[in-house]
């Protein structure tokens, strides 16, 4: 390591900061935010600094700085981008005993400006110690969409609860213990959801159930989290804090490998989707091994592809939970539909071809299709079909027998948001055909109206996404 990572308390001593450009503004905006004295020395400002002059702590010289004003200095930053001073800088800044940093200049550098994550009081610096400063921007970039802004809220909130907690708690283990919880349990989670009453009570009966200095605690959680239609960058933060932090993982078929490896490596993994000879396990056996894993004490992550609510049985698990008395979160997620729409390129409505789209499933029982035809043929109205693939001639026949134009166009898209994604455009007279010879697989949702006519303006490339996705799967790796 070539650098040794500390925070300093600079609280009312004397930082100077020699140049008017915008890196000199974001130079005097953190140091006045960690409390410091700072005068700024340049002939004139950038816009950058409009903002800042009204803080008393802040002192603009309209001039060069010369030896005399780096008395008692304790950091100088040069931003100037100006060789001559940024020497005469190095040279006064060292001779009053001042630690230095000049932006891009290595050789008058004490230290590193990294780039921060600010979630004060949680701050987050990051250093590639000078080799690529831009690998260090784009993984705060990163950092900060899995970091929720209100984090630092939530460290200012626990914090209240540390002395607390101490007395309350005098082992140590116990004591770590119980902060985990805290902090990766529904406390948290209620206080990140803006229910901060609600978090402050649930402390404290938490803190009401330890006894002897030790933690009773052993009643496990559910959470129903919608996995979205298959591209990991389609989770909610949510969703992936729920599933880094589970004991266990209940998946069904449609929740894709690439989002199951985002799930804590060491839970415990059972595919309900699946069983010995290919049955799939009954929604009441589901149900009741959430029950039982929760009543253990475990945090269950129950994993549902797309949205849990939506043609996902989501509320019949919630309900059987609820009679037992378990906690339950949900996440809801891009459901199909509107996973298959962006990247098939064909929007759900358009000005000139839908003010309305429905949701239905074509999975009639025995075959036949009960629908409201009256209500799915009105014009301008875009049909999506879920679970409509086995039936996909029976479905496309009855549109046009109950008087839709057998020309309405139409598509199936198979395997929407992944990499192996495929779009077959048709109308409602061929696309069964089409689909055959294609040989499309489950999943695939079908759209049905004038809007996919856009397909062929509005598709984009299959293959960067497919770039991206892998690029983003490194990153989630990497943190
Ligand atoms: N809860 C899910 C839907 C479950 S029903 C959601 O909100 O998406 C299962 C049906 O969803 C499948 O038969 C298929 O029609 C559709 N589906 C789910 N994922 C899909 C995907 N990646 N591509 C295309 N269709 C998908």
Known sequence: MDFLPIFLNIKNNKILVDGGTMVAARRVQRALQ????????DPELSDEFLPLLDDDRLTHVARVPVASDYIGVKIAFGASENDGRDAALFKNAKAAGALVNVADVAKYCDFIAPSVVDRDPLIIAITSSGKTPVIARILRA??????????????????????KIAKKINNLSSRRHFWENIIEGEVSDRFLSGDENGAHSLLNEKLDLVKNGNTLEKIGEVYLVGAGPGDPDLLTFRALRLMQRCDVVLY????????????????????????????TMQQEDISQLMIDLAKQGKRVLRLKGGDPFMFGRGGEEIQMLSANNISF????????????????????????????????????????????????????????????????????????????????????????TRPEQRVITGNLSDLNKKAKAANIKSPSIIIIGDVVKLHSQLKWNVEKKGDSHKMSLQAQKLL
């Open 252 to 279: 069904d078929r449609l929740v894709s490998d690439d989002i199951l490896n985002l799930v804590r490596r060491d839970a415990e993994r059972i595919n309900v989707g699946k069983l010995p000879k290919n049955h």
């Open 34 to 41: 960690a409390g410091a004295n700072v005068s700024v020395f």
């Open 329 to 416: 979160q949900i996440v809801p997620a891009i459901t199909a539909a509107m996973g298959a729409s962006a990247y098939g390129g064909i929007p759900l409505t358009h000005r000139d071809h839908a003010q309305s789209c429905v949701f239905i499933t074509a999975h009639g029982k025995d075959g036949a299709l009960e629908l409201d035809w009256k209500a799915l043929l009105r014009p301008s109205q875009t049909v999506v079909v879920y679970m409509g693939l086995s039936n996909l001639k029976k479905l496309t026949d009855e549109f046009v027998e109950h008087g839709a134009d057998p020309k309405l166009p139409a598509a199936i898209i198979e395997n929407a």
């Open 142 to 163: 990163r950092i900060e969409t899995l970091i929720p802004p209100s984090y630092g809220h939530l460290a200012s909130f626990l914090g209240g609860f540390r002395d």
